[in-house]
């Protein structure tokens, strides 16, 4: 029986804890970063710069019968979300030229919701018209979404998982945001987000019907406060209250609902804050 196949677009650690878990399974796993060096050796590297016209074109004589792409800004403006994701996009689709893989997954953010204060949200909520980095991610899912392939969008929240991250790196000094106002934050532990990914891939493979929109976080959505917090006891870190305080990020004050994910029959590993991060900091 001939093995399944799978590009893997913009291959950083999500994407290589995809790809490995399907390579153990059996899959023939191909992926492409500008540094191939740190692949795995079962991967068929292949160096190149998506955001690059015409570095994707190899992508047909591949004829992968899946492709995910799990992009990243170029750079933290609008334009370099424009080119790390709309760009990226449009070099991706094209490179596949005539080849219609089975489907295609791409990884995206909870930062296109246009609620700022507080609210719900779910797959069909409305999407921002003001912030431009953003837009440009939209702009990303509505070409590969209206390209006539098969295709879903996973609308991840925050990413965490990593021992080395910033926040607590941040916490551990004593810092944390202010109380007031509150502002709700989603989140994702990585092998959640990895797994999330696997799982539509293999329900796809089975020929199950897949949505075209995921919202990939925990069911858990929680204030920034409260998270930071319980970080900090857990730590024992003695928070200091005054002027040094982290300001808020009012782009991330949502409550997402991840009622998509849950119908597709997966299982969290980590269903709030409290048991990722208790596995992160051996609790």
């Keep these: 029986m001939k093995r399944l196949s799978v590009l893997m677009v913009g291959c ?12 153990q399974q059996g899959w023939k796993v191909a992926a492409v970063r500008r ?24 992508a047909e004589s591949l004829a992968p019968d899946f492709v995910v792409a799990t992009f990243s800004p170029f750079d933290r403006t609008a334009e370099g979300y424009r080119t790390g994701f709309y760009t990226a996009m449009q070099n991706l689709l094209r490179g596949l030229g005539g080849h219609r893989p ?17 609210g719900w949200v779910d797959e069909q909520s409305p999407l921002t018209t003001t912030d431009e980095s953003a837009q440009a991610i939209i702009a990303a899912e509505q070409h590969l979404l209206g390209s006539g392939l098969g295709a879903s969008v996973v609308r991840f929240g925050g990413i965490y998982g990593n021992p080395g991250g910033r926040l607590l790196a941040r916490i551990s000094r004593g810092q944390i945001c202010p109380s007031r106002p509150v502002r709700y934050t989603n989140r994702i532990h990585r092998e959640d987000c990895a ?20 919202i990939g976080v925990d069911d858990m959505p929680a204030p920034r406060f409260e998270v930071e ?7 024992g870190v003695a928070v200091e209250q005054g002027e040094d305080q982290i300001q808020h990020n009012s782009a991330g004050h949502k409550r997402c609902a991840n009622k998509a994910l849950h119908a597709s ?13 208790r596995a992160l900091l051996g609790l």
């Design 195 to 214: 797994g999330f990914i696997d799982h539509l891939l293999q329900a796809a493979a089975a020929g199950k019907s897949l949505s075209p929109i995921y």
């Design 102 to 118: 089975r489907h295609i997954i791409m990884s995206s953010s909870t930062r296109v919701f246009a609620e700022r204060d507080g």
């Design 12 to 23: 950083g650690e999500i994407g290589i804890r995809v790809g490995s878990s399907l390579s």
């Design 229 to 235: 917090s319980w970080l900090a006891d857990k730590l």
């Design 35 to 58: 540094d191939t060096t740190k692949l795995p050796a079962a991967f068929i590297a292949h160096a190149a710069d998506y955001t690059v016209p015409g570095n994707l074109d190899f």
């Design 265 to 277: 029959g997966y299982r969290l590993k980590y269903p709030d804050y409290r048991s990722g991060y």
